[in-house]
């Protein structure tokens, strides 16, 4: 449980990589926040943390981190296998108000040391799911129900750029990510739940063979591209359609849904850093909504402040999910909007996709050993 907390929230980072990198930008922005310790143990990585964070303690391990006594929370931005074992360490040691990076875990074997975790734990824990804040996505799960009269299609489109360089190359491996479609997509999967307002039963996914990175010497095993079909218990369908070598398209996320009313989309732009400059500004994120009746689409431009395109690639996500993190650190709020369970939950539809895929077959969610163990606090 949090407790009122006055005075500046100091943040503990575990990881400070391309991503924890992004938090802490945004979180400079927030008012009322500070860095206090960061633990990264890349040279490169640490050095460039700690230019953006020069006040903070720079720590050689997480428990040197956690001894820090100033802290008021802790970021997760380590690598993806790293999650549950540093989730365990702070929950021997010193359990604060924690914003983990999806996916939550990796292994499907995982998931009895992660109920144990969510069972014993203290305090809130917030799961990283930045899609969820972005100005268009955030308009669009507003306003769905309204002009679609109820969900019974929803369609995700992510059309974007390879897997990023990082260090040690960690997410092009699967022992490492859990597999794109957990990686990535777990994002996506989180989307769906939350859009269709229930839980999945049974998936049936396909994936071609790569096209990125089949010439390197350390060829990665991870996929670059599939599509994805997730039946819910209300009837509803989603699909996911995948892929990682399409960087040359306006918009990177295209979301619809449709239903006995009307259609939603919306439509959100990739990283403002990667858009070419000769084609003059970057796209703008819209909402479009078309009715059935009177027929004709309705367009709205959601544009995102400079400041926070600029704190990252998530189009000001970050920020506005910061701004309801430490207002749980303060005791504002009384739990996560994003929580232990959601994480888990898009994990185990990534791993179902996943399985599928290798297996040619449909995976029923209630099948597998990886599905949440227990809903039983």
Request: glycine share 8%.
């Amino acid at each position: 449980m949090s407790v009122t907390k006055t005075g500046p929230v100091r943040y503990g980072m575990i990881g400070c990589g391309m991503m924890g990198q992004e938090h802490l930008r945004n979180i400079a922005l927030l008012d009322g926040a500070e860095v206090a310790a960061i633990f990264e143990p890349d040279a490169e990585m640490a050095q460039a943390a700690q230019t953006l964070a020069p006040g903070a303690k720079m720590a050689g391990s997480v428990a040197e981190l956690l001894a820090v006594e100033a802290l008021d929370c802790l970021v997760i931005t380590s690598p993806n296998f790293r999650h549950l074992e540093q989730l365990e360490e702070i929950a021997s040691t010193r359990p604060l108000p924690v914003l983990v990076e999806k996916p939550l875990f990796t292994d499907p074997t995982h998931a009895e040391r992660l109920q144990a975790f969510r069972d014993s734990y203290p305090a809130p824990v917030w799961v990283a799911m930045e899609y969820r804040y972005m100005p268009p996505i955030a308009a669009f799960l507003d306003e769905a129900e309204a002009a679609t009269g109820g969900i019974t299609m929803l369609m995700v489109r992510e059309h974007r750029f390879p897997f990023l360089f990082k260090v040690g190359n960690w997410n092009r491996f699967n022992r490492y990510t859990g597999g794109t479609f957990v990686e990535k997509c777990c994002h996506f999967f989180d989307l769906m739940r939350l859009a269709l307002k229930s839980e999945p039963v049974r998936v049936m996914a396909s994936a071609p063979a790569p096209v990125n990175h089949v010439t390197e010497a350390d060829a990665p095993d991870i996929l670059d591209a599939g599509f994805a079909i997730v039946e819910f218990e209300s009837g509803a369908r989603a699909m996911l359609e995948l892929c990682m070598y399409a960087e040359g398209a306006r918009y990177q996320e295209e979301v619809t849904a449709v239903g006995p009313n009307g259609k939603i989309e919306a439509l959100v732009p990739g990283p403002t850093r990667f858009w070419p400059a000769h084609l003059g500004a970057p796209p703008v994120p819209k909402l479009v909504i078309s009715p059935r009746d009177p027929k004709g689409p309705v367009e709205r431009e959601l544009p995102v402040p400079e400041e926070l395109l600029a704190a990252g690639d998530h189009n000001g996500s970050t920020y506005h999910q910061h701004v309801g993190f430490i207002a749980l650190v303060r005791g504002e709020r009384s739990a996560p909007e994003v929580t232990l369970e959601d994480g888990w939950a898009a994990v185990a539809i990534g791993q179902a996709v996943q399985r599928s895929i290798e297996t040619s077959e449909v995976v029923r969610l209630a099948d597998q050993p990886w599905q949440r163990v227990s809903q039983d606090a």
